[in-house]
């Protein structure tokens, strides 16, 4: 058995972990570590940063965030229909159309329902 055959394989593992460790041991090192209020201050989800990790959070947060996601994921679908629109014709704009159609029908359905309102 040769092992130099597995020599790339070393050199990708090994250039992937310093990747992956060097940046974050860089920056711990050289970083400024100066924490103010604002800087801990809750941001996105409207809790404080540094509490019990098993405290509750409210649903709303949640159902935001499977939107986003769930429209995110649905818009992405339009990127392989743009590069393929010249093959695709007559049939695949129309199709096309009505997908979007369907999602501004549920974006402004959830829009309605209040689903996207942060009191």
């Known amino acids: 058995m040769n092992l130099d055959q ?4 070393l050199l990708f593992i090994l250039v992937g972990v310093a990747v992956g ?11 400024p570590n100066l924490p103010d209020p ?5 941001y996105e989800c409207g809790f404080e940063a540094f509490e019990d990790a098993r405290m509750k959070f409210d649903v709303r ?7 986003f996601i769930l429209f995110d994921l649905e818009i992405a679908f339009l990127f392989p229909w ?3 629109m010249k093959d695709t014709g007559l049939l695949g704009f129309w199709a096309m159309i009505d997908f979007v159609g369907i999602l501004v029908i549920g974006f402004v359905y959830m829009w309605k329902k209040g689903a996207l309102d942060w009191e």
């Open 6 to 9: 597995y020599l790339p394989v």
């Open 82 to 84: 743009a590069v393929s």
């Open 21 to 31: 460790v060097v940046p974050q041991i860089l920056g711990y090192i050289l970083g």
């Open 61 to 67: 947060y949640y159902l935001v965030a499977i939107l």
């Open 38 to 42: 604002a800087k801990n201050s809750p």
